[in-house]
């Protein structure tokens, strides 16, 4: 089921699904590669651009991962009410467990900016846990 967050001022609302790629990874050679498909739905009454991103990636030896850019996947789209925005990305991990978390920064057609949570979600190779 889809994690979703809502930031009440602007009503931007993350969901985010993650799927393992077993063809991609090396499990031998601790290597687990996912993708993650982030849907941006703004249910405010001003128009929105993504502005930039923050990850806060975690495996399940504690090892974090930091990742700050422009955008996601080269676009920094612009939701006017209503509108949603997808989008499916990945991370590698050396451990079969993990989780993200993160923000992106927006700025509303006033050119206020403010930062909407993206909640953390779990990175999981399918059975490793319950």
């Known amino acids: 089921m889809p994690r ?3 930031n009440a001022q602007h ?4 969901q985010t699904q993650v799927k393992y790629l077993p063809e991609q990874s090396d ?3 601790d290597r687990f590669v996912f993708s993650y498909t982030i849907s941006i739905t703004n249910l405010g009454t001003v128009a929105a651009r993504l502005i930039s991103r923050y990850w806060l990636i975690t495996d399940a030896y504690s090892h974090v991962q930091e990742v700050r850019g422009q955008g996601v996947v ?3 789209p612009l939701l006017k009410p209503n509108q949603r925005f997808e989008y499916t990305s990945g991370t590698l991990l050396a451990t079969q467990v993990g989780t993200m978390k993160g923000s992106y ?5 006033e050119g ?3 930062e909407v949570e993206i ?3 779990v990175l999981s190779v399918p059975r490793v846990l319950h």
């Open 4 to 6: 979703m967050s809502k």
């Open 11 to 14: 009503g931007i609302i993350i």
């Open 27 to 29: 499990e031998a050679a």
């Open 74 to 76: 080269g676009e920094q």
């Open 105 to 109: 920064l927006m700025r509303d057609e």
């Open 112 to 114: 206020e900016d403010f």
């Open 119 to 121: 909640p953390e979600f």
